[in-house]
């Protein structure tokens, strides 16, 4: 991977494994960028991505992106700066790379970088933090984000389990609205169950409870207890073969989305619900097809009901 870290010119560094991967740099905090149609007056110069619109990447190693920024400063800027910041699998920060350093000049500017992405483990991630700096040493930054995935044809490291036909109810019910994609149980088993010992088994509950319309939607239990606040994306069958789903493309459309979330949006049939169950030492998922919806005729019945099938990554 090349990376430059002298004014105008680039070196070649080797990311090593992160067992044998040093901290080379330690990143101080980050100001936050101002919108580029904004020269700064005297304060930090401005910074943003004006391309791609998601600059989220999945790439396999050798596979090159371009990143378009717009730069700003009324003092004049001095360097675009790149710091990558490698995390594995379990989002754990393993260590940062040496800083790349290109050459400016002038007041605005558009900027392109263009990078390869590196041989490293599958499924780690890179922080790029991009910095703008002025002839005074002021800086504002901004991020992207690239995940490595494998080689396709490579062998997969967890199987995929299929379930067909499970529901969740109407949480006002009181059991059968949570669920547990492992064990494949439906929680609470009885009314009034004490609920402290089950909120770890519960990978996903009915959420609404609603006595007027029954407008059924999904959070997380166990997520929540685990400390886990994003672990929903949406996403339907123009974007994801539920099918043919392997670990692979599960891993894909989960971290592609620029901002999972901490409960879903309203349910509807034809919904594809990705779960991230645990983030360690590999993240593992399930996928929920919502296959029916049921409402009782008034809309303040309890036995409102999700019909779903799922597949469970497993070793």
């Known amino acids: 991977m090349m990376l430059s870290i002298s ?95 290109f050459d400016l000049t002038g007041n605005s500017q558009p900027f392109t970088y263009t990078f390869t992405a590196p041989a490293l483990n599958p499924y780690y991630k890179i922080q790029y933090n991009c910095y703008a700096i002025d002839l005074k040493g002021a800086y504002a930054t901004t991020s992207f984000w690239l995940s490595i995935l494998p080689d396709p044809a490579a062998p997969q490291p967890y199987r995929i389990l299929t379930y067909t036909s499970d529901t ?65 994306v949406m996403t339907d069958a123009t974007r994801f073969n539920y099918e043919s789903a392997n670990y692979t493309t599960i891993y894909q459309a989960f971290f592609a989305d620029p901002a999972p979330a901490t409960r879903t949006p309203v349910l509807k049939e034809g919904d594809y619900v990705i779960v991230r169950l645990i983030k360690s030492p590999r993240p593992q998922f399930a996928v929920m097809k919502v296959t029916k919806l049921f409402f009782d005729g008034a809309g ?16």
């Open 7 to 101: 004014r105008g010119a680039r070196r070649m560094i080797r990311f090593a494994s992160a067992s044998v991967m040093s901290l080379l740099l330690a990143l101080s905090a980050c100001e936050e960028a101002v919108p580029f149609e904004v020269i700064p007056q005297d304060g930090p110069p401005a910074i943003t991505v004006t391309a791609p619109a998601n600059p989220r990447f999945l790439k396999r190693p050798g596979e090159q992106t371009t990143v378009t920024f717009q730069l700003g400063d009324n003092e004049g800027l001095r360097l675009f700066r790149v710091v990558p910041r490698i995390y594995n699998e379990a989002d754990s920060l393993i260590g940062d790379a040496l800083p790349q350093d």
């Open 168 to 232: 969740v109810y109407n949480k006002r019910k009181g059991i059968d609205y949570a669920f547990n994609f492992t064990s494949r149980a439906s929680l609470p088993t009885t009314p009034g169950q004490n609920l402290d010992p089950l909120r770890l088994q519960m990978d996903i509950a009915e959420g609404s409870g609603s006595q007027t319309a029954w407008l059924p939607y999904l959070n997380s239990p166990a997520n929540e207890q685990l400390g886990l606040d994003s672990v929903f």
């Open 300 to 315: 303040i019945n309890v036995s409102d009901y999700v019909v779903f099938d799922y597949k469970v990554t497993t070793p």
